[in-house]
């Protein structure tokens, strides 16, 4: 939602499935198509608008859409609390219960048909409950800019280090560029991705789009996926041809659990201890000593000489 501070017009308004960076692309790119650029925004701070982490590394210092702003030359402004920014407050209270309650006179039950309606509530909630500002000039800049740059500008763009395959990472998945003229000398460094709010993915160097291939890293269905009833017939049989297409794990013994490594046999003749004479010798001397310590007598003596 964008609201004038000065006139209390309701500029841009959509419905979107959750607050992210790119839906605020896309309102952000409605909103300068028809009113053109403004001199800041007074937002609150919210992780899409600024960077929580004093000590973050990467970014520059500002976010995916932060950046967008920037490169536009306008301004983001942050208040410091929810009374700051009293006039959006108070719109949203009031779009919680006149807007409502349009949707339901209207039967309007989607997004898709509240994203069509809200232009004409716009029109009719301005009309109405709009102020004449104190100055009568308009300072929103006209944007000159293709509508190619415009979505350029209007993206996810970040850095990637390309490993010596000429592949790198990007969101689980596994980016490896065609191999070219111009590709061949990329290992090593780094390349720029665009990924757009249609799912596009651009990769760049030096501005010029690179071919590439995708291989998705994330092969199996997690224990924690959550899964649309509609597609869950689906989930299911793939769950089960991958279960099918996995080996049996190998049961271990405990010697093996603990790492047990039995010994080898010394070189040689193994002594049979059954038939050797030398074995037998002894073992009847030990019988013989023992029944002579039971009977009391002197021992024997020693065999061979021992």
Not at 94 to 118: P, S, W, Y
Not at 119 to 130: D, S, V
Not at 263 to 271: A, L, V, Y
Request: hydrophobic residues 35%.
């Amino acid at each position: 939602m964008f609201v004038d501070d000065a006139t209390g017009k309701l500029m841009e308004l959509r419905f979107v499935r959750s607050e992210s960076a790119f839906t605020y692309f896309e309102a952000l790119a409605l909103y300068l198509r028809q009113h053109g650029a403004p001199v800041a925004f007074y937002s609150d701070k919210h992780s899409v608008f600024r960077v929580a982490k004093k000590d973050a590394r990467g970014g520059q210092g500002m976010t995916q859409f932060g950046r967008a702003p920037s490169e536009l030359s306008i301004e983001i402004l942050c208040a410091n609390s929810s009374q700051a920014k009293g006039r959006v407050e108070r719109m949203n209270r009031t779009l919680q219960d006149r807007l409502v309650k349009e949707l339901r006179l209207g039967g309007i039950d989607d997004m898709a048909a509240g994203n069509a309606f809200l232009p004409t509530f716009m029109e009719h909630y301005n009309a109405r409950f709009a102020i004449v500002p104190a100055r009568p000039d308009d300072l929103h800049r006209s944007i000159n800019l293709a509508p190619d740059r415009l979505n350029e500008i209007l993206c996810k763009r970040e850095q990637r280090y390309v490993a010596s395959q000429l592949t790198f990472s990007f969101e689980r998945q596994r980016i490896m560029l065609v191999e070219t003229e111009v590709t061949r000398g990329l290992a090593g460094r780094y390349v720029e991705t665009y990924a757009y709010a249609d799912g596009r993915l651009d990769v760049r160097w030096k501005g010029h789009s690179l071919p590439y291939r995708v291989f998705d890293k994330d092969q199996r269905v997690s224990h924690a996926a959550i899964i649309d009833n509609k597609r869950l017939g689906d989930v299911l049989a793939y769950i089960k041809e991958r279960q099918e297409q996995q080996t049996k794990p190998a049961v271990k013994t405990n010697s093996e659990k603990i790492g047990y490594k039995p010994r080898g046999r010394k070189p040689g003749k193994r002594t049979d201890f059954m038939t050797d004479p030398a074995i037998i010798a002894r073992r009847r001397q030990a019988l013989s000593q023992q029944s002579a310590v039971e009977q009391g007598q002197s021992y024997p003596a020693r065999l061979n000489g021992e």
